[in-house]
């Protein structure tokens, strides 16, 4: 089994992370990171480097797309190369995924044309612009299209899959082997739940 993770400059690293911790541990998967052209690509901050082995025409049929998300996703928006690649992988993958933004870039290639969908709370109705139906849920799934919201959101997310591309049995060990048991000193990680000063303090310092 073959999951693609696209990644690029000014990526956000958990996004594309956190969903390869868990599905790298899938009995007979293997995850690879691509790119439009191989090598590293620079999270936002410019502090953390993720190294692409492939270049996106080396795999253009994976069985599982997970698309990240990051401030560099809204010149992919505009990259014919990558939309293109997306919707021709689309066409034969068994899952087409996204963790944040990256929502924005399926939306940008049409996958998401008629969907509910979910993405970052910051950016979640530019996916209405895109003929998708925004929604707050964490993760929402329609036939094989499956959208995460916010960074975290992917580790929930990529378990899920999990469990679809082997069985509950194998998702939840899994997840007790990557010890995901959240339980955060702060009960701020929603915009529900976070009050108004958080939420422009998120805003104002490029948090999301």
């Not at 541990?25 to 953390?48: Q, Y």
């Not at 007790?176 to 959240?182: A, N, Q, S, T, V």
């Not at 990680?189 to 310092?205: D, F, N, R, Y």
Request: hydrophobic share 45%; glycine share 8%.
């Amino acid at each position: 089994m073959r999951i693609a993770i696209p990644i690029f400059d000014q990526l956000t690293a958990l996004d594309a992370i956190g969903p390869y911790e868990v599905l790298s541990r899938l009995p007979e998967a293997t995850v690879h990171f691509i790119a439009v052209e191989p090598g590293p690509k620079r999270s936002e901050n410019g502090m953390l480097a993720v190294t692409a082995d492939l270049a996106l025409a080396e795999l253009t049929d994976p069985e599982v797309i997970v698309f990240p998300g990051g401030f560099g996703t809204r010149a992919l928006m505009r990259d014919e190369a990558v939309l293109a690649w997306l919707r021709r992988a689309h066409e034969t993958s068994t899952w087409t995924t996204s963790v944040c933004s990256g929502a924005l870039v399926l939306a940008a290639a049409g996958i998401l044309d008629g969907l509910r969908a979910t993405t970052h709370w910051m950016v979640l109705e530019m996916l209405r612009e895109y003929g998708a139906t925004p929604t707050e849920e964490r993760v929402v799934e329609h036939g094989k299209v499956i959208t995460a919201a916010g960074v975290s959101a992917g580790i929930d997310m990529a378990l899920l899959l999990a469990a679809k591309l082997a069985d509950e049995d194998i998702a939840r060990a899994i997840q007790l082997g990557i010890e995901y048991d959240p339980q955060p000193p702060f009960d701020s990680g929603s915009v529900a739940k976070a009050g108004p000063e958080t939420v422009e303090l998120v805003k104002s310092l490029r948090l999301g």
